[in-house]
């Protein structure tokens, strides 16, 4: 099951194209040779644990890879999968329905999707205690990952390096950021590591729960009564926290959402202005899990890997990676990445950031206004709790109106930025901000990486 090591190795679409170009099999190509040059590997970052990674080069018409920004893409859950889910139904080249993608992130950077934490997407393990625990695996996880890809690809060293993310892989970006910056610093790392985005992240999980009701209650989708069953089961939550109980407050967390679900008529947590809808892919793995888990993982996790979507990643992809082990399918082992980040899950990581920031390094924070699981309100809560000595100057500010296209009268976001803070609400967009609004998240993507 384990892939064959390969050290830095030539892709064989790579091999191909000096024949089919007239070159001789020694010359070099500074660029990208076609639109749409991708490369893809494995990385072996601990014993029995392998993480897949999926490359495509820039497909600016004007400028090539070394002008622009290097996008790391992280999906949340855990068990969320970036090569599938980020890439054909948010910010990659090619839709679900393998169709081009008119906001597609290619436009202004090369992307690279990372299947975090071990376990996820194509990524997989060989043993039930290789799955990652806690957050400082899953960084020295990818640190390892990291290391590997820029000492491989020397090109991206000295490109501008961006770690987006959403959901849980906001609070992935930001312990992985944290680690990146000292490795760079000591230099056993060599990138041009230049900040993290933290799109609707779970940085801090109980705000979110505080939070639900009022927003549902103010979005007239709470009455009295249901505001205070939410608000309940909220204070439950938050004592369990307190208390470092974060087995029981992941619990906790899942009844919290029954609650609302029952006095909201099944709102959906993605997007309050639409309906949850049932999820039959890959049922039978959760069987063999604890209830409660296996309840928030399909809603949480196995939406993520709906059956289109896993047609697609099983069958036309897998055959096209060609490095894909035989007996592994793509998203398998996800409700099982879930269940092991279970007591890691409701840990708060404001002090993760608040180090960043410390340190210099560039935070965005962007929040889709439709969104419960984070809502903009928990979110605003934990970034008041700063203790980034700027952060005053920061709140003083007026926000800034932001357009997605210059015709456009119509406002899509606003913007608040201080020195190396950025907060960006995302209008008419739930969880999945590129899915929802594409040409606003293409722009935010571009004031980010300063290209406007």
């Known amino acids: 099951m384990e892939p064959a090591p390969r050290s830095c190795p030539w892709p064989r679409w790579l091999l191909l194209f000096p024949l089919l170009l007239g070159l001789s099999a020694g010359a070099v190509i500074d660029r990208p040779a076609v639109e749409g040059k991708e490369v893809w590997d494995y990385v072996t970052v601990r014993k029995d644990a392998h993480m897949f990674w999926w490359l495509y080069y820039t497909t600016n018409p004007c400028k090539n890879f070394s002008q ?8 949340g859950g ?12 948010e910010i990659g080249p090619l839709d679900s329905d393998l169709k081009p993608r008119g906001t597609t992130w290619l436009q202004a950077a090369s992307l690279l999707f990372v299947d975090n934490p071990v376990g996820t997407g194509f990524s997989y393990v060989n043993a039930s205690d290789a799955y990652a625990k806690d957050l400082a695996t899953v960084a020295s996880d990818m640190l390892v990952l990291l290391k590997a890809f820029f000492d491989c690809h020397k090109e991206f060293q000295t490109v501008p390096f961006y770690i987006f993310s959403e959901s849980y892989g906001g609070k992935m970006a930001a312990g992985i950021g944290l680690e990146l910056y000292k ?3 000591q230099g056993t790392i060599k990138c041009n590591f230049s900040g993290v985005a933290l799109g609707d992240s779970w940085i801090s999980p109980v705000d979110s729960v505080l939070s639900w009701g009022p927003y549902l209650y103010s979005m007239s989708l709470l009455d009295d009564t249901g505001l205070a069953e939410v608000s309940t089961i909220a204070e439950k939550v938050l004592a369990a926290v307190n208390n470092k ?4 407050a992941t619990q906790l967390w899942g009844e919290a959402e029954m609650v609302i679900e029952k006095n909201a008529d099944g709102v959906n947590f993605y997007n309050i202005l639409t309906k949850s809808t049932p999820n039959s892919a890959m049922e039978s793995s959760l069987e063999f899990m604890p209830n409660h888990l296996a309840r928030l993982s399909q809603r949480h996790v196995r939406r993520l890997h709906r059956d289109a979507l896993s047609q697609l990643m099983n069958g ?9 082990p035989k007996d592994f399918s793509w998203g398998a ?3 099982y990445v879930f269940m092991n980040m279970e007591e890691d899950f409701m840990k708060p990581a404001i002090s993760i950031v608040d180090e960043l920031l410390e340190a210099g390094v560039n935070v965005t924070v962007y929040n889709g206004q439709l969104d419960l699981i984070v809502d903009t309100m928990g979110q605003e809560a934990w970034l008041r709790r700063l203790k980034w000595p700027e952060l005053p100057k920061f709140n003083q500010l007026r926000w800034k109106a932001l357009y997605s296209n210059p015709k456009s009268s119509e406002t899509s976001a606003f913007v608040k930025s201080y020195k190396n803070l950025s907060f960006f609400w995302i209008l008419g967009a739930g969880h999945m901000v590129p899915s929802d609004r594409g040409e606003m998240a293409l722009k935010m993507m571009r004031l980010v990486t300063q290209q406007e």
């Open 183 to 185: 490795a760079v610093q």
């Open 316 to 324: 036309p992809i897998r055959k096209k990676l060609g490095i894909i």
């Open 68 to 75: 622009l920004p290097l996008v790391m893409w992280l999906q």
């Open 333 to 335: 082992q996800s409700s």
């Open 78 to 89: 855990p068990g969320g999968s970036s090569t599938g889910f980020g890439n054909f139904e």
């Open 245 to 248: 109980l974060y087995k029981e």
